[in-house]
């Protein structure tokens, strides 16, 4: 791959994106800076000059990634994409460009990866003699709906692989892009294979904009948790990340809101900012919210012992310390005056057939 390429920091230049800065690679034995003389500046009204999206085409080996995480409720999941053009700021995957020699900055968001074999390579996995099937999750990194998908329709040929196999699984996302898929989900939700987790950070479109730039609006992430439920799909609403001293205040509201709208389930998490998230986070702070990045960003070090994230195991997700109890006490009271159930899924496995197997041949057995 060539060298990374470094990116103008100028706001035009990267209006609708999250990031702003493109910080090199944690892995990079040199640093560079942009110092722009005025001779290749392009005119800020000229959209040439604007930041462009580039998708690079790999074709991995496998396709299912295992984990052993004891705090998460799944054990694989698949990710059609490597970064995601949302540019959520708080993005926790942020970091994994590093390992393609590019930024966790603006890069992650603009130099994007995808996989056009993922349903092939899925197939051939779940067809292994020794495989167990379990409920795949989509979308854990990065969003399985983010606006290259349209075109692109890698997630929709991974699940119309699980749909022919009723193989359970369970989607994350931002994006009202998913109902273009629920031909696919409303049939497989009435066998119990599928949920769906719609994100819901804030209800303030402002925020949203400036936050998770190219997201679904706050209304229309709303509007799908509807039209997903009213199609009998079990819709699970994530209010996450919270953000102490930025968006907390809302929880009930966005709770409440995604309840109206059909959500039968909620779970949030509390920001996380490992590695190069957390510079990236307050420089975000201090240009969008200079008069309060420095309580937001006191607030969230007193959920991680005095530091920017401490990725213990078992608290990770939702902190320690006062202000990350006060939340939980938050949403668990909320969730029993919605009448929420339980955040977690129990999809039915035991409908699993092989892809290529007559599901005929199979009862005789």
Same mark, same amino acid.
């Given at each position: 791959?060539?060298?990374?390429?470094?990116?103008?920091?100028?706001?035009?230049?990267?209006?609708?994106?999250?990031?702003?800065?493109?910080?090199?690679?944690?892995?990079?034995?040199?640093?560079?800076?942009?110092?722009?003389?005025?001779?290749?500046?392009?005119?800020?009204?000229?959209?040439?000059?604007?930041?462009?999206?580039?998708?690079?085409?790999?074709?991995? *080996?496998?396709?299912?990634?295992? &984990?052993?995480?004891?705090? =998460?409720?799944?054990?694989? /999941?698949?990710? #059609? +994409? $490597?970064?995601?053009?949302?540019?959520?700021?708080?993005?926790?995957?942020?970091?994994?460009?590093?390992?393609?020699?590019?930024?966790?900055?603006?890069?992650?968001?603009? *130099?994007?990866?995808?996989?056009? &074999?993922?349903?092939?390579? =899925?197939?051939?996995?779940? /067809?292994?003699? #020794? +495989? $167990?099937?379990?409920?795949?999750?989509?979308?854990?990194?990065?969003?399985?709906?983010?606006p290259i998908e349209r075109d692109l329709r890698i997630t929709r040929e991974i699940i119309e692989v699980l749909a022919e196999a009723h193989h359970p699984f369970t989607i994350t996302t931002k994006s009202d892009l998913v109902l273009r898929d629920i031909d696919i989900l409303a049939p497989m939700?009435?066998?119990?294979?599928?949920?769906?987790?719609?994100?819901?950070?804030?209800?303030?479109?402002?925020?949203?904009?400036?936050?998770?730039?190219?997201?679904?609006?706050?209304?229309?992430?709303?509007?799908?948790?509807?039209?997903?439920?009213?199609?009998?799909?079990?819709?699970?609403?994530?209010?996450?990340?919270?953000?102490?001293?930025?968006?907390?205040?809302?929880?009930?509201?966005?709770?409440?809101?995604?309840?109206?709208?059909?959500?039968?389930?909620?779970?949030?998490?509390?920001?996380?900012?490992?590695?190069?998230v957390a510079s990236l986070f307050e420089n975000w702070l201090l240009e969008h919210f200079p008069d309060r990045a420095s309580k937001v960003m006191k607030l969230v070090r007193s959920t991680r012992g005095g530091k920017d994230y401490d990725p213990e195991f078992g608290t990770r997700m939702v902190?320690?310390?006062?202000?990350?109890?006060?939340?939980?006490?938050?949403?668990?009271?909320?969730?029993?005056?919605?009448?929420?159930?339980?955040?977690?899924?129990?999809?039915?496995?035991?409908?699993?057939?092989?892809?290529?197997?007559?599901?005929?041949?199979?009862?005789?057995?």
């Open positions: 791959m060539s060298e990374t390429e470094v990116i103008p920091f100028d706001k035009n230049k990267r209006r609708g994106r999250g990031a702003t800065v493109n910080p090199d690679s944690r892995f990079e034995s040199e640093e560079r800076d942009f110092i722009d003389d005025g001779w290749n500046s392009a005119d800020s009204e000229n959209e040439s000059g604007r930041l462009r999206t580039s998708v690079t085409l790999e074709h991995p *080996k496998s396709v299912i990634s295992k &984990n052993f995480s004891p705090d =998460l409720p799944f054990d694989r /999941s698949i990710n #059609a +994409y $490597r970064g995601c053009e949302h540019g959520c700021i708080y993005c926790y995957a942020r970091p994994s460009h590093a390992y393609m020699n590019l930024s966790p900055g603006l890069d992650f968001e603009s *130099k994007l990866f995808a996989k056009p &074999n993922a349903a092939e390579l =899925l197939a051939r996995e779940i /067809s292994r003699p #020794a +495989y $167990r099937c379990r409920p795949i999750a989509l979308g854990t990194n990065t969003d399985p709906y983010q939700a009435k066998d119990n294979l599928v949920a769906v987790g719609i994100s819901v950070t804030t209800l303030d479109n402002r925020l949203s904009r400036v936050m998770e730039p190219r997201a679904s609006a706050p209304h229309r992430r709303l509007k799908a948790i509807e039209t997903l439920s009213n199609a009998g799909i079990r819709t699970l609403v994530q209010s996450s990340p919270i953000i102490p001293g930025l968006n907390d205040q809302e929880l009930e509201q966005i709770l409440t809101a995604a309840r109206d709208k059909g959500a039968d389930s909620a779970l949030y998490l509390l920001l996380r900012l490992p590695r190069e902190g320690t310390g006062p202000y990350a109890a006060l939340i939980n006490k938050r949403f668990q009271l909320a969730c029993r005056q919605l009448g929420f159930s339980g955040s977690k899924y129990d999809l039915a496995t035991d409908l699993f057939v092989k892809p290529g197997q007559d599901r005929r041949q199979m009862d005789l057995f």
